[in-house]
């Protein structure tokens, strides 16, 4: 019987890719043919590519490296070959934790040019002595640019993206552009007393787009905010421990700027009325971002509504949903369907207690990182590789989380007593009870569809953990859900021979 090949799969990285194009840039195809030169030799087929451009080797969450290691860990595939180790990843932790994963799924991993198989032993050793020496050149080549940085801003020269409010100028230092009266009046309404979402207004009625924002990119008050605090303004340059308080021409006196960090903001008016059940949990099937509640002026009535505008875009179908629809909706589909399911041991209850501190703790840590004023005394890598971390340890302890309610069961009462307590319970407490059971709420924008088309409820564990969300930047897109993805729980329940495909099918539609 002749022995079936090895079905392989092909990884390309570029670390970057800049302005070239055409005959000019050969590297992915360099690599293309070095990988089906090595596949051949080892009696390997390349069956799919996986492509990552302007990707560092010492990041870990690279689209095509993931999907390469998914890949061999569903046993779609029996490994990956690259052209160069270095190509598939730069860190010996990252890099023996990739292998390993690929090992345990009796895949391998092949390099060309380095010329050896990881199922082999001399193949496992030159696999940690050639990571070694590949960290090694990236630690080089941080320090060759911290000092060129350093070098620069003394020069007055700025390396990273120009603030918003100047250009780049020939020469490397930074010049005003059209924005920068806005930026500057921005600093004198602060002082006066105005709050931020006005001054987000104002500069978006300028149309001052956010530096590096997408076009349709609107202020958000945490832009603001950032943007007011940067020292920048005054006409410094920080680069680590070197400060540079006339690398350019400032947009502000130090008087102004110290003015605007002094005031207190007008307060903003907000409704003595209690918050709405579902604030939170109901997110737009076009752009993922939360229903906000609001009142409709002349009818008194309640609706929750996409707020369109968005600090990475404009919602393209903004959703919208009556109160009196949707809550009544909720209630009946928790009460009869979430509490239905068996109760959690006191032991994982704790377990799920402590996942839930952790998360919050680890979100105080990372929202406490990002406004911190010191941190442009620190430098740019340093900052980036803090946030990095933190923002690691979040999406942990949340996968930890999720990973709890998954495993196990419900944490609510039972339906019976479920139906028994909840006329006596607070708004709030109801809340409380409904955000235990759920993670997402999903809302079409199409008004004239029945709510239970309408809506796609996610329980814990359900949700993707790339969501909008305060500190989170993540790409702006809908909810790719299949027609019939608006099924209530009940009838997926009541119709056995449908009840998986179509819970698996929703399930893969918003993780994709």
Same mark, same amino acid.
């Given at each position: 019987?002749?022995?079936?090949? #090895?079905?392989?799969?092909?990884? *390309?990285? *570029?670390?970057?890719?800049?302005?070239?194009?055409?005959?000019?840039?050969?590297?992915?195809?360099?690599?293309?043919?070095?990988?089906?030169?090595?596949?051949?030799?080892?009696?390997?087929?390349?069956?799919? &590519?996986?492509?990552?451009?302007?990707?560092?080797?010492?990041? &870990?969450?690279?689209?095509?490296? @993931?999907?390469?290691?998914? #890949?061999?860990?569903?046993?779609?595939?029996?490994?990956? *070959?690259?052209?160069?180790?270095?190509?598939?990843?730069?860190?010996?932790?990252?890099?023996?934790?990739?292998?390993?994963?690929?090992?345990?799924?009796?895949?391998?991993?092949?390099?060309?040019?380095?010329?050896?198989?990881?199922?082999?032993?001399?193949?496992?050793?030159?696999?940690?002595?050639?990571?070694?020496?590949?960290?090694l050149e990236l630690e080089r080549v941080r320090e060759n640019w911290t000092a060129a940085r350093t070098f620069a801003a003394r020069r007055g020269v700025h390396m990273a993206k120009p603030l918003t409010g100047y250009d780049r100028g020939d020469d490397g230092r930074l010049v005003s552009n059209e924005g920068a009266p806005a930026i500057a009046e921005a600093f004198r309404r602060r002082a006066q007393g105005a709050n931020w979402s006005e001054l987000a207004r104002f500069l978006d009625e300028r149309e001052v787009r956010p530096y590096g924002r997408a076009e349709g990119g609107k202020w958000t008050s945490a832009s603001v905010r950032a943007l007011?605090?940067?020292?920048?303004?005054?006409?410094?340059?920080?680069?680590?421990?070197?400060?540079?308080?006339?690398?350019? *021409?400032?947009?502000?006196? %130090?008087?102004?700027?110290?003015?605007?960090?002094?005031?207190?903001?007008?307060?903003?008016?907000?409704?003595?009325?209690?918050?709405?059940?579902?604030?939170?949990?109901?997110?737009?099937?076009?752009?993922?971002?939360?229903?906000?509640?609001?009142?409709?002026?002349?009818?008194?009535?309640?609706?929750?509504?996409?707020?369109?505008?968005?600090?990475?875009?404009?919602?393209?179908?903004?959703?919208?949903?009556?109160?009196?629809?949707?809550?009544?909706? %909720?209630?009946?589909?928790?009460?009869?369907?979430?509490?239905? #399911?068996?109760?959690?041991?006191?032991?994982?209850?704790?377990?799920?207690?402590?996942?839930?501190?952790?998360?919050?703790?680890?979100?105080?840590?990372?929202?406490? &990182?990002?406004?911190?004023?010191?941190?442009?005394?620190?430098?740019?890598? %340093?900052?980036?590789?803090?946030? @990095?971390?933190?923002?690691?340890?979040?999406?942990?302890?949340?996968?930890?989380?999720?990973?709890?309610?998954?495993?196990?069961?419900?944490?609510?009462?039972?339906?019976?007593?479920?139906?028994?307590? &909840?006329?006596?319970?607070?708004?709030?407490?109801?809340?409380?009870?409904?955000?235990?059971?759920?993670?997402?709420?999903?809302?079409?924008?199409?008004?004239?569809?029945?709510?239970?088309?309408?809506?796609?409820?996610?329980?814990?564990?359900?949700?993707?953990?790339?969501?909008?969300?305060?500190?989170?930047? %993540?790409?702006?897109?809908?909810?790719?859900?299949?027609?019939?993805?608006?099924?209530?729980?009940?009838?997926?329940?009541?119709?056995?021979?449908?009840?998986?495909?179509?819970?698996?099918?929703? @399930? @893969?539609?918003?993780?994709?």
């Open positions: 019987m002749t022995k079936r090949s #090895r079905q392989m799969d092909g990884y *390309v990285r *570029v670390s970057r890719v800049g302005g070239r194009e055409g005959d000019s840039f050969i590297s992915p195809q360099q690599q293309r043919e070095r990988i089906e030169a090595a596949a051949k030799n080892a009696g390997a087929e390349i069956v799919t &590519w996986h492509t990552d451009l302007d990707e560092s080797g010492g990041k &870990w969450e690279r689209p095509g490296f @993931q999907a390469a290691l998914e #890949r061999v860990e569903s046993g779609v595939t029996d490994g990956v *070959v690259v052209a160069k180790l270095d190509r598939f990843a730069r860190s010996v932790l990252d890099a023996r934790e990739a292998i390993r994963r690929i090992e345990q799924a009796g895949g391998s991993l092949v390099s060309a040019e380095d010329g050896f198989d990881s199922k082999t032993p001399m193949g496992r050793f030159a696999v940690t002595m050639l990571f070694g020496l590949a960290e007011l605090r940067n020292r920048g303004y005054l006409g410094e340059l920080r680069s680590g421990s070197v400060v540079n308080s006339e690398a350019h *021409v400032p947009l502000v006196t %130090v008087a102004e700027f110290e003015a605007a960090q002094a005031a207190n903001g007008r307060p903003v008016a907000r409704s003595s009325e209690p918050a709405h059940l579902l604030t939170g949990l109901l997110r737009c099937a076009s752009c993922r971002h939360t229903l906000k509640p609001k009142t409709i002026t002349g009818t008194g009535a309640k609706v929750y509504r996409c707020m369109r505008d968005h600090g990475a875009g404009v919602c393209p179908s903004p959703a919208t949903i009556y109160a009196s629809v949707v809550e009544p909706h %909720v209630e009946r589909l928790l009460l009869d369907e979430v509490a239905a #399911r068996s109760y959690r041991p006191e032991a994982e209850t704790r377990a799920l207690e402590e996942a839930e501190r952790e998360v919050a703790n680890t979100e105080a840590e990372l929202s406490a &990182w990002v406004t911190d004023e010191a941190i442009v005394a620190i430098g740019r890598d %340093v900052y980036v590789e803090g946030l @990095q971390a933190r923002q690691r340890r979040l999406d942990e302890a949340q996968a930890r989380r999720r990973s709890l309610f998954a495993d196990t069961a419900s944490a609510l009462p039972s339906r019976t007593e479920l139906r028994e307590l &909840w006329p006596a319970l607070t708004n709030a407490e109801r809340r409380r009870l409904l955000a235990s059971a759920l993670d997402v709420i999903i809302v079409r924008p199409n008004g004239r569809r029945p709510v239970d088309e309408r809506i796609v409820v996610l329980l814990h564990g359900e949700a993707p953990g790339d969501l909008p969300g305060r500190g989170k930047r %993540v790409p702006f897109k809908g909810f790719d859900l299949p027609e019939d993805a608006g099924m209530p729980l009940a009838q997926d329940r009541d119709d056995g021979a449908v009840e998986g495909p179509k819970r698996r099918r929703r @399930q @893969q539609a918003v993780s994709a």
